[in-house]
């Protein structure tokens, strides 16, 4: 009798889905493991000498795709708009993942003080709920043969429910092979905290530039939102 039942109860349970397919009822289905979007993160930095600002843009063309692209968009300025120390720096890469977090990029990098370029390198990434790395090694194709080194860490653990410590290393260095110099460079330090898609805390950006070195510190408070 219980198997009577429950043969009954499936039976009516097909009819109603069917009937609600062939009528074009709208049946909402919520898989188990979604992909999470990859935010977008931009942010801002008043530091003592100069004002920061960075974007961050990784997707990948479709959920299923291979092809992803990547832009580290930076750009500083002095308070008192002095053009010395107007700063770009903006890689726009195409990347192909061939195998786990392996990747080939290609694409264009725009800088001050090497220029625009077309560039081809190679690519690492990983990501989860405390850490994100992503590390780029590549080569400018054109008459300079700079080599360029480019890095973001991240290491976001959580401190309390809706709470996170929020840290973060990022690096980039440009060597002309040509001459066999130091092109430009700069290592970039975050601590802090993250609640959701706001962070806030202290930053230190250590910019160096030519073959002479120049270096241009800047010390100050960061904010920035991660954009879904």
Partial sequence: MHLLKNVK???IRLV????????????TVYPQDMAPKVPTPVEFMAGHQRLFFQMVVKKQFTPESKFGFLSVAT????YDNDLNDLDLVMPVLINYNFYKDFSFVAGTTINNSVGFSPLAGMQHSYANRKWLAVSIAS???NESRSIELFGIYEYKPQISKGLNLYTRLQYMYVHKTIENQHAR???????????EAFSFGLGANLDQYGPE?????????FVGWAFQ
């Fill in 213 to 221: 070195r120049e270096f241009k510190p800047n010390y100050g408070i």
């Fill in 9 to 11: 109860l499936n039976w």
């Fill in 139 to 141: 080569l400018f194709l």
């Fill in 75 to 78: 750009f500083t300025s002095s």
């Fill in 16 to 27: 109603i889905v069917t009937c609600l397919y062939l009528f074009n009822f709208p049946i």
């Fill in 185 to 195: 460079s700069f290592l970039q330090l975050r601590a802090g905290l993250k609640k």
